[in-house]
């Protein structure tokens, strides 16, 4: 492959070796009953590197990962990108098909995924060498040595990760980034914003295979010598609150739906937790949901919004400046246009499409010249495809330019869930569209009979089993409603954002 | 006429919620200490706004956190 002069760091060598100069022994992940060091880490990446290397893996390779979050995980992904090899994180929950169509997609050389994902009905492992590991550092790829591996060169524009996004027709979307790109998150946001150190230590109820979670749990920590705690199971609020007191972590990065089931979870007056930050992120946060957990912790609820596209967020609120129903105001180094249908700018406090150009814009899609050309703009900007409006320097979301929703900070296309209730005979027609439950959106399923059924539970009961055996369960509607007609446009389109409720 | 723990109870399982879970359900204690998972919560706060057509805000939906709760704040706005 062509490569650019290697004028950039390695992502990998700049996140560890730092660490292994200053404080070998500090300790960079608690997980279940371990704590990993930083010279425990780097061992375990080097172990990694050392293996893709003895497999002919080299620069500009894929290696995906599906692994649970652990420091497994931290030290595979460093591994990878230390041999300058293209680290592809995914879901631990897809589907057979879903990872067959990603395999397909990124042609990795190797698959590492943890046991829960290899024993998946259908898991196609014929499409690529797979090796199963664990949770515990200790116990894998203990045929290679623990010796110093050096950093591959690495140019500008090479890859270092590819993290997938889900695009209007539910077909995933590779996104691939630069080494530099999370440094640069790790900078802007972490140091700068959040005021991240080294005193750190960080929980994400996010999965590292979200933009997200990687800078959450792993850029962010690495890059300023913090500590993070890992979760590899389900982010249950229970578990959360207990690793909140076992381990007393300084920053809690989640999505508003975990915050409300949270707060659902605890019966007293006041909740006291060791957090000196809070943060959300992944889907809108609604006003109450921040005004209550202040009352509740009395602690900010920070939120922001960023992309898999920028890496993380590039509008935040901040200590001691916070709005709550506001995204905040750029983060350093992001410019931002607000445009109307024509891309022209809108004026001032008018809702518009929101582009913006800064630092960890991603390469361009996977494979994608025509997605590419639609969303990355000539001059550098971005489409978000988020509709917002700014007033006074800071910025309010107001819904999205597609018909895309996003649920417990994942996406879900209404066209994806539409096919396969357009699957189930009894159903002529419909559309997805968002309904707003206690401030947060959730899918709705607006359908159209063919002649001979009748609408009610029975059909709703049958209708909601189908669809649970073809999608992933956050996709699955929350509402069925039986229609008689779909409100369209002349041409005889659906216009969904007639539906949101 | 006032709304009872046991209309709630009702219009649980004409949801399809769990006939197990709501039948031991205490209204006193909390439903996510009581098998309501992350999809009964948003499930069941849309079915008592459809069902009394009342509308709960975001504030509320963040403190109706047992029956009782939901009993309460129903029967203030019939």
Redesign the interface.
Known sequence: MNKSPAIAPNLAARLLLPNLARHPDKIAYHCAEESISYRQLGEGAFRCAGLLRARGIGPGDRVMLALLDSPVFVAAFLGITLIGAVAVPVSTSLTAETYDYLLADCTPRLLLASPSVAAIGGFPRNRVDCLICGEQLAGVWTEMANAPIAAAAIGEDDPAFMLYTSGSTGRPKGVPHRHGDLLEAADRYAAQVLGMKKEDLALSASKLYFAYGLGNSLAFPLAVGASAVLHPGNPLPGQLLALMARHRPTLFFSVPTVYAQIIRSVDAPHLHLPMRLCISGGEALPAALVEEWRRLTGLELLDGIGSTEMTHNFLSNRPGDLVPGSAGRPVPGYEFRIVDDDGNPVSAGVAGHLLVRGPGAALPYWHLPEKTAETMLADGFLRTGDVFVEQDGRYYHRGRSDDMLKVGGQWISPVQVEEALRNHPAVADCAVAAYRVGGLERPAAHLILRPGNTPGRPLERELRTFVATRLPEYMCPLVYRFVDDLPRTPTGKVQRFRLKQ | MAITIADLKKAML?I?LDEEMVSRLDPNR????QGFD??D???F??AV?ERYGLK????E??????LTDFERCLNAKV
């Open positions: 004409a399809d909390l439903l996510s200490e992350s999809i919560y948003p499930a706060a849309v706004e709960i805000s975001d504030a939906a963040l403190r109706l956190k047992t």
